[in-house]
């Protein structure tokens, strides 16, 4: 928590932070929370998240309400802003159960401000499902997903894999504000709690470092081994000439991404 007597205060933003205000009086009285303010630190290009905080109002226009967005891209719908204000697309209503790719024109913050939602029960399709997670702490697919069924998990430039019972690859967390890809063997419901310490929410976790451009497109190779690799080698992936993809070498199934073209 933060501490101040004045009427602002700044905070700090990561990749992605939630905010509410109790105030005190003088007489140690702690009135009710505000409203919630979910903040995403979005990069130029395309970003992997979710929304637990949303206003009454879910179209895009009143949660995307920043000028260096200007498209929105869910599991098979889309809305993009056009250059007289107005949004245009199938993707009428933003909800905390998926996951979104928002595309930004520039480095910038989006605010929103509404009602803290959790959703950890879901309805998964065969295939790849864009899901959102709304935990507030950090949670690690081992100790979240118990459905056999659901066998890979891709995020933005990260994944992991079940491999006879346990996970593999670089993502090694689910992150409040972030979205994700569940891929599933066959229609199956998929259900997990919370974790309940902050502990791990707060720790932090260094970025994967990408000398590559992100895109919407991905793909990711797990190598078991590499003939003469070392642990702190990095692994490239080229199209031609161009670099698409890069990973340092953790160990035996380490994944290195490659990227389309947007």
């Known amino acids: 928590p933060s501490y101040t007597t ?9 990749a992605y932070n939630e905010y509410f205000v109790n105030s005190v009086d003088v007489n140690g009285n702690l009135s009710d929370r505000s409203e919630y303010v979910g903040a995403h630190n979005l990069h130029y ?14 179209s895009p226009e009143s949660v995307l309400t920043v000028d260096e ?11 993009q802003e056009l250059p007289t204000g107005d949004w245009v697309g199938s993707l009428i209503d933003i909800s905390a ?6 595309k930004a024109d520039g480095a ?4 929103v401000v509404g009602n803290k939602i ?14 959102g997670y709304s935990c507030s702490n950090y949670g690690a ?15 933005e430039g990260i994944a992991a894999q079940n491999l006879n019972g346990m996970w593999v690859g670089s993502l090694s967390n689910l992150e409040p504000g972030k979205g994700y890809w569940f891929k599933a063997d066959e229609n199956t419901e998929l259900s997990y709690d919370c974790p309940d310490t902050e502990i791990s929410s707060r720790e932090y976790i260094e970025p994967v470092y990408k000398d590559y451009a992100q895109s919407i497109e991905q793909a990711f190779y797990f190598f078991e081994d590499i003939d003469g690799i070392e642990v702190g080698d990095r692994v490239e992936a080229y199209s031609g000439s161009e670099l698409v993809g890069s ?6 199934y380490t994944d290195v991404p490659a990227m389309g073209r947007d």
């Open 45 to 58: 290009g395309p970003n992997l998240v979710s929304f637990s905080v949303l206003p009454e109002d879910t």
């Open 118 to 131: 959790v959703v950890t029960d879901f309805n998964l399709h065969f295939g790849a499902n864009l899901i």
């Open 108 to 111: 910038v913050v989006l605010p």
């Open 6 to 14: 004045e009427n602002h205060i700044s905070m700090p933003v990561e």
């Open 69 to 79: 967005v200007a498209g929105i891209l869910g599991e098979g719908v889309a809305s």
């Open 141 to 155: 697919p081992q100790d979240l997903i118990e459905n056999d069924h659901v066998y890979a998990i891709i995020g």
């Open 247 to 252: 990973r340092i070498w953790s160990g035996p």
């Open 97 to 102: 159960d998926n996951g979104y790719w928002v």
